[in-house]
């Protein structure tokens, strides 16, 4: 998956870690790709980073927004809260969730090879 590519800064980044229950996935998998999705037509919305869960469930999950007020309409959007609060009872351990402002970014890209 390539890397978000984003205007300059500044914009805001939310890092929202977190680590998975034991439970089978039932529906883990559908609901993040359907959050991602709907994050995505979000007004503000700029890009999101992903990794992949190590052995232990830990993953970490980085969305980027033009401005602060998009952050809290993404979190008043109602499918996103009943997302939310099927994490807290069924899929996550723990998470944390971190809202910073981005001053500088840059960028590197391999050139591609003939």
Same mark, same amino acid.
């Given at each position: 998956?390539?890397?978000?590519?984003?205007? #300059?800064?500044?914009?805001?980044?939310?890092? @929202?870690?977190?680590?998975? &229950?034991? %439970?089978?996935?039932?529906?883990?998998?559908?609901? /993040?790709?359907?959050?991602?999705?709907?994050?995505? !037509?979000?007004?503000?919305?700029?890009?999101?980073?992903? &990794?992949?869960?190590?052995? %232990?469930?830990?993953?970490?999950?980085? #969305?980027? *927004?033009?401005? +602060? /007020? #998009?952050?809290?309409? *993404? !979190? =008043?959007?109602?499918?996103?809260? $009943?997302?939310?609060?099927?994490?807290? +009872? =069924? *899929?996550? !351990?723990?998470?944390?969730?971190? $809202?910073?402002? $981005?001053?500088? /970014?840059?960028? @590197?890209?391999?050139?591609?090879?003939?």
């Amino acid at each position: 998956m390539p890397l978000s590519r984003l205007p #300059s800064p500044p914009y805001y980044a939310v890092i @929202f870690a977190s680590v998975r &229950t034991d %439970e089978d996935d039932e529906g883990y998998g559908i609901t /993040a790709t359907e959050m991602s999705h709907l994050a995505a !037509k979000q007004e503000g919305y700029l890009g999101q980073d992903s &990794t992949a869960r190590d052995g %232990e469930g830990m993953g970490i999950t980085v #969305s980027y *927004w033009r401005d +602060e /007020a #998009s952050i809290h309409a *993404w !979190k =008043k959007q109602l499918d996103h809260t $009943v997302a939310r609060n099927m994490g807290r +009872e =069924k *899929w996550y !351990k723990s998470y944390t969730l971190r $809202v910073a402002r $981005v001053e500088r /970014a840059y960028d @590197f890209d391999r050139p591609e090879q003939a």
